[in-house]
């Protein structure tokens, strides 16, 4: 357990209205990340980020954007929400070193855009 | 690109049973890192276990035990005597890097329901 939080853990949200979700971690860790789950996809990657003011764009980065400005939270925007974006979205870190090797996933946030 | 197939959307074994779950994987890159995932009907990611591209023994990890044959690029999960609790989607997973620091690449998942 790294002591990951996701906020909210669930949110209903009109199309066309921006939305921001939270990724809180307490390990200190360097390495983060966004993903989505889709039925049928498995999961994906959105940004990711190597450090504070440190982000990069994932496959399915269109739509959403990320900042992170502090070690411990690493937003995510969906600046316009359509229903394409309804999903379930994952946080991960991962260690500064290793071995372990594995990332570590919050408990998700379910979003629906209606 | 990388790229992870999952071939069996879904599987049944008996309680007790062994059971294997096929990963297959598609990477230039000569370092790499190879994980499982759990998910259970919850929903939350649990971690099971990691193999790196260039380790000479299969990985285990308790029940769990991953075949990695690097030549035909694949990474099998191999679960020992089946237990009710098992019952999840699995997700096969690779990085680019070793230790796991660049992002996971996922496959599509296999759902295993474990019967009584």
């Known amino acids: 357990d790294a002591g990951i939080t996701q906020s909210p853990r669930h949110k209903v949200t009109e199309t066309g209205t921006p939305v921001t979700l939270r990724c809180h971690q307490t390990e200190n860790h360097r390495y983060m990340y966004w993903y989505r789950q889709d039925p049928g996809h498995g999961l994906r990657l959105i940004h990711y980020s190597y450090g504070v003011k440190d982000t990069d764009k994932g496959e399915v980065s269109d739509g959403y954007s990320v900042s992170r400005s502090k070690t411990e939270d690493f937003l995510l925007t969906l600046e316009s929400a359509t229903s394409s974006q309804t999903s379930v979205y994952f946080c991960a870190t991962r260690a500064n070193s290793g071995p372990p090797y594995e990332q570590y996933f919050g408990p998700g946030t379910r979003l629906t855009v209606t | 690109a990388q790229k992870i197939t999952q071939t069996q959307p879904g599987m049944f074994v008996q309680e007790k049973e062994a059971v294997t779950l096929d990963c297959t994987y598609d990477t230039s890159d000569p370092s790499y890192g190879l994980f499982w995932y759990k998910q259970p009907s919850s929903g939350e990611m649990i971690f099971l276990i990691y193999?790196?591209?260039?380790?000479?023994q299969n990985a285990t990890e308790g029940r769990y035990s991953l075949n990695f044959q690097k030549a035909r690029k694949s990474a099998n999960l191999v679960i020992s005597a089946s237990q009710l609790g098992d019952s999840a989607m699995y997700f096969c997973?690779?990085?680019?890097?070793?230790?796991?620091?660049?992002?996971?690449?996922f496959g599509k998942g296999t759902r295993l329901s474990v019967i009584a």
């Open positions: 997973a690779m990085s680019s890097s070793l230790s796991g620091n660049t992002p996971l690449v």
């Open positions: 193999q790196g591209s260039y380790d000479q």
